[in-house]
């Protein structure tokens, strides 16, 4: 009814039954904002902000809670960390208790050996001693029997040819160690070892050359053969790959694609048997390849179609000969083919939009492909690939994602990566139809291949100098070893000492006239060299006793520590070496004491680490107990709590999986939910919260325009005669704590993009600080319905002005100030222009629009005048007015009338006359005739 009307709200029925009581108002204000101006569905506008707040706030504590599950997760990850590290620590404790144990039995058994074998070796000198104190022994007893018959017989000259015959048995003697002398001080120069070498020296030396020759044998065995191994290894491996790369050149020079190997070569084979060319049986990865432009994402759109590439598009022409042939053949290799039968009727009507990051728009296809529209179905079916340039996307898409890096995300959750070196290179991409740019990359490679070659080769002629040099200094230290093995051998010097004291004798035997006196001398100096001579000899075999007893302790000490070796296993010992090297200056005697100091740390180290184990254990339990089991203000806040974490076992043991939700949290949930938080709110909240702002703007200037339209029928209005005025209504902006509380949370809502997005979480600070107060605030029902009537906002009164000048004459504020009169005056002029304005009207009363009020018993307490002011303002809004008044205040509303429906009572029933004005005047002259 009130767009037939042409009515501009159900208002203006309001005003209609006001207008029918011609009612003086109570209150202007009150009148103003309840019938005048239009009220808006502010409570629905804040009920469709509320929802999107409310899912937004889900999302807020989805996000508050992983925050706070990771604040608990955080300290068992440490926890954790602390305990992998000390049960890694207790397991290197238990490793570096071993290694001791290997390490000090390892070395007791070369100590033990390098002890004996100086025990073996100082054995032999003391035997070789003891034979040489025999030797000069049975000398010495001979030469004092000698003497003793000398004496006896005065045979001089027999003695002198004795002592002759002694002579040169030594000169012989001497001149044989001599020339062995100077061979072993050659060899000993060679390698850099003392020359000429008294007994003690020569031991040395001798000691010196066994290690040397054991130590180069090891460096030979161990170090250089390997390394040569190593080095011609590699050699070969290059020399093959320079024949792989070699080839496939070859191969590629001959043709204009990527892709060569043993499935290139049954390809060709394949085109020889049936008759087809290249371009009808081409290989997929000839017809496409990646856009200059997206060079950064060769390598992982490679790794997607490089199987899809290998494949050939065998056509209905030739694929029952392609059947044969392959089915008929051993093709030592591997082939996939697809048969081609032309492509989908319906193709052209499918929705084939691309996203802006799919993979087919970074790739594009050979010009004149034959198989373009099958080609491109293939591809769209199964390598729509989006290719996200974070992991935020990555984890954010279900499927079917791609990173540069090569993390490939398919249907069904597969993940996979291959970085495998073999695929790595560019020498096993595949795709495209011009093969220049590979074939001048493995030129390029086999030529750094060549040099690594000739580098090698280097190497290995230098490890074969190394390797002949080390056995020739080998050779050298074992001839001094094995060939010199007593000082005797080359002991020249106490020969030449023999010969001089014979020689000596000899001289004194000729020359002296007393002979017997002579030889007693003789004889007396035999027998003082026999008594110390039997002492050395008494003091040599008491040494070798001692020496056999060490010996027989060394032995039994050795095969002990063997035996717990063998019962250890091999142990590597090179970084306990490398760290303990002080170790290495220890004597036999010294070691046990060392042992048991370092075992006694280990030991002490073990029970701390287990003791601190324990400790960090049972906080852990504790932590995951409560983890686990909530307190109720958790529960209350994060209703899915228990349910995220009832999967996780209670047990320490079991931590790893705390591990891997707690990693899971940061990596996938937390920016996932942050990202659809930013999102939604960017998205959705913030364009609410500006729009859920602009409908109070709009209300606000509609409130205006409204007043300014009231003012404008109130301008044609004459509200005083003399003189003439009329009446303008004004919206004063209301001074209200609350009101003005909102109007600053609304306005602090509205989010200034620039300052929101300069920082990482500008949209979530935004949010906390000035929206969420927001959305609190208005949920309390009775201040929010007194805010948001933005009607409310303003208090209402009425200014009179003078029409010649437009000065203000007077202003009305509250109708209690006002005379009857003047309040019913006032009443009909806002009245009228409320009417004017619900009702549609304009000034010139021609529009189509209800026109039509009714007056009920308006005159009864009013005097004429102000009832005539109410029929000249209906006149001047060209109102059909309807006045329902007794017949004795008829004479005022006469002359404006036309016509009039008159109500007699006779007896028991009503009578209804219906007349013009003008019958109406006549018949009352009649009467009053009468």
């Known amino acids: 009814m009130i767009a037939l009307f ?10 209609f039954n006001q207008i029918v009581g011609v009612k003086v108002l109570d209150d202007l204000d009150s009148f103003i904002r309840t019938n005048m101006l239009e009220e808006m569905p502010a409570e629905e506008k804040y009920q469709e902000l509320k929802d999107n707040f409310q899912n937004l706030m889900e999302a807020k504590t989805n996000i508050d809670k992983v925050k706070e599950q990771i604040a608990q997760l955080e300290p068992i990850n440490t926890l954790a960390k602390e305990l992998m590290a000390i049960d890694t620590r207790i397991a290197e404790l238990e490793q570096e208790k071993s290694v001791v144990a290997y390490w000090f039995a390892a070395r007791t058994v070369d100590l033990c050996n390098e002890e004996l074998a100086r025990c073996k070796s100082n054995l032999r000198k003391l035997e070789d001693e003891l034979k040489a104190l025999k030797v000069k022994k049975s000398e010495l007893e001979q030469e004092q029997t000698r003497l003793s018959v000398a004496i006896e017989k005065d045979e001089v000259g027999q003695q002198i040819r004795e002592i002759e ?14 020339a062995k002398a100077e061979e072993y001080d050659k060899l000993a120069k060679t390698v850099e070892l003392t020359q000429s070498p008294d007994a003690e020296v020569f031991d040395a030396n001798r000691a010196t050359a066994k290690h040397e020759k054991d130590a180069l044998q090891v460096k030979i065995d161990r170090q250089l053969m390997e390394e040569k191994r190593q080095a011609q290894n590699r050699q070969d491996e290059i020399n093959c790959t320079i024949s792989e790369r070699v080839d496939t050149i070859r191969y590629l020079q001959q043709h204009k694609n990527n892709i060569s190997g043993r499935v290139a070569e049954i390809r060709d084979e394949i085109l020889k048997a049936v008759g087809a060319t290249a371009e009808e049986i081409p290989f997929i990865g000839e017809l496409i390849r990646v856009k200059d432009i997206e060079c950064d994402w060769e390598y992982a759109i490679e790794r997607i179609l490089h199987n899809f590439a290998l494949r050939l598009v065998v056509p209905e022409k030739y694929y029952k000969q392609v059947n044969e042939y392959v089915n008929g053949h051993n093709l030592r290799g591997r082939i996939v083919y697809q048969r081609y039968e032309g492509t989908e009727p319906l193709r052209e009507f499918e929705d084939r939009t691309l996203k802006v990051d799919s993979l087919l728009r970074k790739v594009e296809y050979k010009p004149k492909c034959l198989y373009l529209d099958w080609l491109e179905d293939r591809l769209f079916a199964e390598f729509n690939y989006s290719c996200v340039d974070s992991l935020a996307d990555f984890n954010y898409l279900q499927e079917k994602a791609v990173t540069k890096e090569g993390l490939i995300k398919a249907r069904g959750g597969k993940h996979e990566k291959d970085d495998r070196p073999e695929t790595r290179g560019k020498e096993h991409y595949v795709l495209g139809w011009d093969n220049k740019e590979k074939i001048a990359m493995l030129q390029a490679e086999v030529r750094q291949l ?42 020249w010097w106490s020969c030449a000492l023999v010969i001089q004291q014979k020689e000596e004798q000899k001289r004194q035997l000729e020359e002296t006239n007393d002979k017997v006196k002579m030889l007693q001398g003789q004889l007396e100096r035999v027998r003082k060299e026999l008594g110390a001579l039997e002492e050395k000899f008494n003091e040599a075999i008491g040494n070798k006793a001692l020496l056999e007893n060490r010996e027989n302790i060394l032995k039994k000490q050795s095969n002990d520590c063997a035996l717990a070796l063998a019962q250890i296993g091999v142990v590597d010992t090179d970084a306990f070496e490398s760290q303990h090297t002080d170790l290495l200056n220890v004597a036999l005697v010294g070691l046990d004491k060392m042992r048991d ?11 701390k680490q287990r003791e601190t184990k324990g400790s960090k254990s049972g906080d852990l339990k504790n932590l995951i107990y409560r983890f686990k089991n909530p307190t109720e203000e958790i529960t209350a806040k994060y209703r899915d709590w228990r349910s995220d974490v009832n999967r996780l076992p209670e047990a320490v043991e079991f931590v790893g999986e705390y591990q891997t939700y707690y990693q899971r949290l940061l990596d996938e949930d937390l920016p996932g939910f942050e990202s659809r938080f930013n999102k939604y709110l960017q998205e959705n909240i913030i364009n609410k919260v500006s729009a859920f702002n602009m409908f109070f703007q709009n209300w606000r200037q509609s409130i205006t325009k409204t007043i300014d339209q009231l003012n404008s029928y109130l301008v044609g209005i004459d509200f005083k005669d003399a003189p003439k005025t009329y009446i303008q209504l004004v919206a004063a902006k209301r001074l209200n704590v609350d009101l003005k509380e909102f109007q600053d949370l609304l306005s602090s809502a509205i989010p200034n993009i620039h300052e929101m997005n300069s920082t990482i979480d500008g949209s979530r600070i935004h949010f906390e600080q000035h929206i969420e107060p927001l959305m609190s605030r208005l949920q309390d029902e009775s201040w929010r319905k007194l805010v948001m009537d933005v009607r409310g906002w303003y208090t209402y009164k009425a200014e009179e002005f003078y029409q010649d000048d437009d000065q203000k004459r007077n202003t009305y504020e509250a109708m209690g100030q006002l005379s009857g009169g003047e309040k019913a005056q006032l009443t009909y002029t806002i009245l009228g222009s409320a009417i004017a304005y619900q009702f549609g009207l304009t000034k010139n009363g021609l529009d189509s629009s209800f026109r039509f009020i009714a007056i009920d018993e308006a005159f009864r307490a009013q005097d ?3 009832a005539r002011y109410l029929i000249s303002l209906c006149k001047q809004l060209h109102l059909q007015l309807l006045v329902v008044t007794p017949s004795d205040n008829i004479h005022i509303v006469e002359n404006d009338i036309s016509y009039v429906h008159y109500v007699e009572r006779k007896g028991d029933r009503s009578v209804l006359y219906n007349m013009p004005i003008s019958e109406f005047k006549a018949e009352r002259e009649r009467s009053m005739e009468v």
């Open 6 to 15: 042409g009515m501009r709200s159900d208002k203006a029925l309001t005003l």
């Open 165 to 178: 015959k002694e002579i040169n048995q030594k000169v012989k003697m001497r001149d044989n160690r001599k």
């Open 450 to 491: 060549q040099q690594d070659e000739k580098e090698v080769a280097t190497k290995v002629r230098r490890i074969e100098a190394d390797t002949k040099n080390a056995q020739e200094k080998r050779e050298t230290y074992s001839k001094l070893f094995d060939k010199y093995d007593k000082f005797d051998d080359i002991d």
């Open 597 to 607: 100091t370092l075992q006694s740390d280990i030991n002490s180290a073990l029970r």
């Open 864 to 866: 004429e005048d102000k």
